[in-house]
Nanobody
Framework: VQLQASGGGLVQAGGSLRLSCAAS????????MGWFRQAPGKEREFVAG????????YYADSVKGRFIISGDIAKNTVYLQMNSLKPEDTAVYYC?????????????????WGQGPLVTVSS
């Protein structure tokens, strides 16, 4: 799967952004799709994931209630709607695809990665 992520930018705290991840090579409905992020000096962490084949959606506790992962099968694209953004959400965000049937949170279980858009949240 080839992934192209986009949609990052600068936003004030409390604002919203939507990230997109366009896939090619395989349909997003046949793989588990995840969003990860990596802040400066920190390890990459799981943010949200969705699996249509496994009928599962999962969010990290840090974003639960603020972020929404969704997809458009016809466009073969997965989205991450980020609301009520906080300065601690500042990071490079990556979309990824995994052959697992269910959402998995370990980055090593994802075998395709998209270029990460930078999200900067100012206080």
């Amino acid at each position: 799967v080839q992934l192209q992520a986009s949609g990052g930018g600068l936003v004030q705290a409390g604002g919203s952004l939507r990230l997109s991840c366009a896939a090619s090579g395989r349909t997003v409905s046949s793989v588990a799709m995840g969003w990860f992020r990596q802040a400066p000096g920190k390890e990459r962490e799981f943010v949200a994931g969705v699996s249509w084949s496994g009928s599962s959606i999962y969010y990290a506790d840090s974003v639960k209630g603020r972020f929404i992962i969704s997809g458009d099968i016809a466009k073969n694209t997965v989205y991450l709607q980020m609301n009520s953004l906080k300065p601690e959400d500042t990071a490079v965000y990556y979309c990824a695809a995994s052959g697992y049937n269910m959402v998995v949170v370990e980055s090593w279980k994802y075998d395709s990665w998209g270029q990460g858009p930078l999200v900067t949240v100012s206080s």
